[in-house]
């Protein structure tokens, strides 16, 4: 059976999602509601705004939803404003979140857009050389703890961070055309 | 090898404001209010648009000050808009940080023969168009997201969805065209044969294209998404109606669930305050329209 992979799509490039995982042996589909979360195997938190998606979320349980698909032990990679919200710590800032992984976040904080980059990292874990990573006002990881391990970093700050069936990156594959970072989290879907 | 700046960043902001709402605001305490309704990025303007029209004179780039008064008080980016033309206002806030600028016929037009090289820009821009042609040629010049123009301060959507169904209809109309044909379309659409192509191949704009200019209403909202739009941004219909922080909220809630009428119903139900009071664009003589400002 394929697993079904679920982009949130309450706002973010959510339709990026869907294209790259449409490349690869999956059934991907945006979701939306409370329900559609819950009928994934994995799911993804995409790039966004972390502060609307989070207040939709709230707003309309789907907060709940994603809390009761990680206690079914289900995969989730959130992606930026993904990550942020994936955080137990998010750095002078008050704002809703999951908080479901070890680690401390930092918004934006590369610089504002202008400072949005690109550059080639190597990732633990992913084979066959280094991958083409996209930032854009992007966050990253002060610290981590407990379970949660660091897989990638740039200048010394870790920007990819795994915790068990959780993965985060500050960075977007789904702006590349390179699908290993997509595969390595089908492997955990699957696991 | 790192790379600051490049047309993935910029297109890649764009695709991340996707399914949202952008909302002008012209201080700090509006800013709040659209962040706190779930907006994912604010514009920030001396006057809305409807203030604009109803005062006149020459429309320029905002005070500094607020803009970064603004840029400082929330979190989502920040757009400015400069004048069509102006490449030293761009330039201005571009130094400023702003996460995104507008080349908007909102403000009185700098230079009615040229646009701006936004090529040579590190911030991304966003541009208005009326159709196909003039979307490619913005996105041409560098623009990393194009919006349809409508017409801002209007309150009334009836040009907004003229144009989204133009800009649609225009790229259904390259489909399975051969190159010959698609080099006699680009012809007469003036805009550059390779971006021709890759409409025609993609069977979308090489960009997001959002809505823009008479939104006052979440099922005016709902509407231009199910035309095509993915997301909207939102000028006078917000704090020139009657309650803004309820009207801001309402019309993110109809915009994130644009294609579920029972949504929509309970966005519309929640409004108490009235919308803007629009007019109606067929009595706006022709050098009031914003729309025909820009080629």
Request: hydrophobic share 45%.
């Given at each position: ?48 705004e972390s502060t609307t998606i989070g207040r939709l979320c709230q707003?309309?349980?789907?907060d ?17 404003a993904?990550m942020i919200l994936l955080a137990k710590e998010i750095e002078g800032s008050d704002q809703w979140r999951l908080g ?5 976040v930092r918004r934006n ?30 966050p ?52 | ?31 709040k209010?659209?962040e706190d309704?779930g ?35 929330v979190s989502i ?219």
């Amino acid at each position: 059976m394929t697993a079904r992979i679920g982009i949130l799509a309450l706002q973010g490039d959510f339709a990026k999602h869907l294209e790259a995982f449409s490349e690869l042996h999956c059934e991907a589909l945006p979701v939306k509601r409370p329900q559609e979360v819950m009928d994934c195997q994995g799911l993804v938190i995409p790039g966004g705004e972390s502060t609307t998606i989070g207040r939709l979320c709230q707003r309309f349980g789907v907060d709940e939803a994603i809390m009761e698909l990680y206690q079914r032990g289900a995969a989730i990679w959130g992606t930026c404003a993904g990550m942020i919200l994936l955080a137990k710590e998010i750095e002078g800032s008050d704002q809703w979140r999951l908080g479901l992984m070890d680690i401390a976040v930092r918004r934006n904080a590369f610089g504002r857009q202008v400072d949005s980059f690109e550059t080639d990292l190597t990732v633990e874990g992913i084979p066959d050389g280094p991958v083409r990573t996209v930032f854009i006002r992007a966050p990253y990881v002060t610290r981590v703890w407990g379970d949660a391990k660091g897989m990638a970093a740039f200048d010394d700050k870790i920007v990819m961070v795994q915790q068990g069936n959780l993965l985060a990156t500050a960075f977007h594959p789904e702006l590349t055309e390179d699908r290993r970072v997509q595969q390595y989290f089908l492997g955990m879907v699957q696991q | 090898m790192t790379e600051k700046s490049t047309w993935q960043t910029k297109v890649g902001l764009a695709e991340m404001l996707r399914g949202g709402v952008i909302m002008d605001v012209v201080n700090v305490e509006h800013a709040k209010i659209a962040e706190d309704a779930g907006a994912v990025s604010v514009m920030a303007l001396e006057r809305v648009p409807a203030d604009i029209r109803a005062e006149g004179g020459v429309a320029r780039m905002a005070d500094l000050h607020i803009i970064e008064d603004i840029m400082e008080a929330v979190s989502i980016p920040v757009m400015a808009k400069c004048r069509i033309g102006h490449f030293a206002e761009a330039q201005v806030l571009e130094s400023l940080g702003v996460d995104f600028i507008d080349e908007s016929e909102v403000l009185t037009p700098a230079d009615e023969s040229f646009h701006i090289w936004k090529h040579d820009f590190k911030v991304p821009f966003v541009c208005g168009c009326t159709n196909l042609g003039e979307a490619l040629r913005r996105i041409g010049e560098g623009a990393a997201l194009i919006r349809t123009k409508g017409e801002a301060g209007s309150g009334n959507i009836v040009e907004a969805t003229r144009h989204m169904r133009t800009v649609m209809t225009g790229i259904e109309h390259l489909k399975g065209l051969r190159d010959d044909e698609l080099m006699t379309e680009a012809k007469n659409m003036g805009a550059p044969f390779e971006l021709v192509q890759q409409v025609a191949h993609e069977r979308r704009l090489p960009v997001p294209n959002f809505s823009a200019g008479g939104i006052a209403t979440p099922a005016d909202a709902a509407l231009m998404m199910q035309l095509g739009a993915e997301s909207v941004f939102v000028g006078s219909g917000i704090f020139k109606s009657e309650d803004p922080s309820e009207r801001a909220a309402a019309i993110v809630h109809a915009t994130t669930y644009y294609e579920d009428p029972h949504e929509v119903a309970k966005a519309c139900k929640g409004l108490k305050g009235a919308a803007m009071v629009g007019i109606d664009v067929a009595s706006l003589p022709d050098e009031e329209r914003m729309a025909t400002r820009g080629w």
